[in-house]
């Protein structure tokens, strides 16, 4: 496909495709990424063999949310340096690839070990395709009110996926009760979890058959056949021109994904079981789970007890036939648990969705700076009060401050991905955006869900799920009030600088007759 000429617009066939692929690409972006907190506590709670709200599973919660953007982040900043030395839009395909079949191979998971690295690769696409994509379109669109609306829009969509694959779960959990044989033509086990993640094939097809018909950066491109462009170097994003750009926008990255990790995404994952709407369920179902959960312990007790053969097979199948028993008696708390969980999921992606479609409107109106600081205000009291007052309180009321912490944190992302190309030059606008979204966000941000789990939740008392809100208050409050103050030292983009007024020479002397 051809090029248009420095500073031409795209034809308008050309300009809609490349709307729709970048609409699609971070649509399935955060459907990916969100299946695991939608996913995660049932799919744990399979492999480990455990009760949804156990420790285990908390543990595994947040280790797994972790590991996997930690992966995601190292081989996301190989990807950004991929992106400015193989091409924008090649790299977005293999990404995609990445991305689109990883999560069908997790669907398959018979051990811990199995979800976690499908988990990890997911991850990884995703983070590449985010840089590669959001480069791309920076570069496509060269006029600026053009380019602000055509990626404030279409990152707006990425908050759709979150709502989508919270619909998809549970309009398969709702299946699954009503037929609980499933679909016996899909060649994985029946669980909710695996056949949610089965969809994750969908966004693979779907962008690949329009690739084709898109076009490469003309910027990147012009210059890589120009052999002008320069080769990207990570040592320079630290040279004294751009060591501040650099370090300020890697801390501020990692607020935002410390918000998500540390509270947000543990809410639906590990919170939902406290809540006091769940406790009548919980007190209804508590003597059939205590009668099932003794005659499981007397089994075992036989089982370690037996010394024949013929003794050890009773006792085994006397195990089988009570953890069934266990599993039928808890089956209406976790049906209870689930339910909550899709729907408090489902108040905190719209709540992102609004603060995503917010930022596109006030992109246009609204200096850089400025425009951080209108979703990081509120949310300096927001998160605190949402999970150390309100989350033991109304359901209802809980579930609208999380539709508004949604909409604060979510919108600093479309921020922070519009704001990068705008201050790294052509040849490190890959690498430069990968090292703030991929070190500072997945690397640095996410260590916030381990941080909560495993060490500050723990210093708390009560139940694992208040524990873990409590931890998410004080996650909160702190990353959101650094990040205001990291607004502050925001550089300017070039392009949003005032001209100095020009410099008039001064007038010649006339000689004197």
Known sequence: MSFPAPGATLPPVTRWLVLTVAAI????????????????????????????????????????????????????????????????????????????????????????????????????????????????????????????????????????????????????GAELRAHPDGASWLPVPVAAWRYTLLTGLVPGAMILVLMPFVPESRVWKERKLAGTLKRPNFAELFSPALRKTTIVTTLLS????????????????????????????????????????????????????????????????????????????????????????????????????????????LLVYVASRVLIRIFLLPGVVLLPVTYLVLYGGDYSIFATAIFFCGLVTVAQFSYVSEYLPKVFPVHLRGTGSAFATNVGGRMLGTMAA?????????????????????????????????????????????????PAPPVVPPAPEVPQG
């Open 25 to 172: 690409g971070f649509l399935f972006d955060t459907y990916e990424l969100l299946m695991f907190p939608v996913i995660g506590a049932q799919a744990l709670s399979e492999l480990l063999k455990v009760a949804p709200d156990s420790d285990p599973v908390r543990l595994w919660s947040g280790r797994m949310l972790w590991i996997a953007a930690l992966s995601g982040g190292v081989f996301g900043l190989l990807g950004g340096f991929l992106v400015d030395r193989l091409g924008r839009k090649t790299v977005m395909v293999g990404s995609i690839l990445v991305y689109s079949l990883s999560p069908v191979a997790a669907a398959y998971s018979t051990e811990l070990w199995h979800l976690v690295l499908f988990r990890c690769t997911t991850f990884i696409g995703v983070c590449v395709e985010l840089v590669a994509a959001v480069t791309w379109l920076a570069e496509l669109f060269a006029d600026k009110k053009q380019r602000e609306v055509a990626i404030g829009w279409t990152l707006a969509c990425a908050s759709l996926g979150g709502i989508l694959v919270t619909e998809v779960f549970n309009e398969i």
């Open 450 to 498: 381990t941080l909560n789990t495993e060490l500050l939740s723990p210093l708390f008392s009560g139940e694992n799920p208040q524990r873990v809100a409590t931890a998410a208050a004080i996650i909160g409050g702190a990353v959101y009030a650094v990040a205001l103050v990291l607004s502050f030292l925001l550089p300017v983009p070039r392009e949003d600088e005032v």
């Open 254 to 361: 990692a607020c935002g994904y410390a918000a998500a990790f540390g509270a947000l995404q543990l809410t639906p994952l590990q919170m939902v079981p406290g809540l006091p709407s769940i406790a009548p369920v919980r007190e209804e179902h508590a003597p059939n789970v205590k009668a099932a959960t003794g005659k499981l312990k007397a089994a075992e007790k036989r089982l370690e007890a037996a010394a024949s053969d013929d003794a050890k097979a009773k006792a085994e199948t006397s195990v089988k036939a009570a953890t069934t028993e266990l599993a039928a008696a808890r089956k209406p708390i976790n049906d209870a648990i689930n339910a909550k969980r899709g729907n408090i999921q489902r108040w905190q992606e719209l709540g992102g969705l609004v603060g995503r479609v917010l930022f596109a409107i």
